[in-house]
């Protein structure tokens, strides 16, 4: 049974840094991929990050290409979103995911087996 737990989170002012943390258990997928989605209220969840297991590659959103950067340990089974220079447009609930293999369209939720339960990340202005 896979299980994300998700640290990091909390508030900030403008312009400050996060460092979001996510470990997995149970989790093996070598050719698979680990990363966030976030959710502020009334919208819908936003793909923010995601890196394959077995190669490292990274895609981000355009919205915070630049200023997050994803980053794993294997060894750890964790994967990290560092988050700087945050605007109050990034308040969300922030959420680790993971699935067995990466898509071209890593940005679309359904495609996400295995989510956490979330941590809060408010930026103030």
């Known amino acids: 049974q896979v299980q994300l737990v998700e640290s990091g989170g909390g508030s900030v002012q403008a312009g400050g840094s996060l460092r979001l943390s996510c470990a997995a258990s149970?989790?093996?997928?070598?050719?698979?991929?680990m990363g966030w989605f976030r959710q502020a209220p009334g919208k819908e969840r936003e793909g923010v990050a995601i890196?394959?297991?077995?190669?490292?590659?990274?895609y981000y959103a355009d919205s915070v290409k630049g200023r997050f950067t994803i980053s794993q340990d294997n060894a750890k089974n964790t994967v990290y979103l560092q988050m700087n220079s945050l605007k109050p447009e990034d308040t969300a609930m922030y959420y680790c995911v993971a699935a067995p293999v990466v898509y071209s369209r890593w940005d679309l939720p359904r495609w996400y087996r295995y989510w956490g339960q979330g941590t809060q990340v408010t930026v103030s202005s």
């Open positions: 149970g989790y093996t997928y070598s050719s698979g991929c």
């Open positions: 890196i394959a297991n077995g190669s490292g590659s990274t």
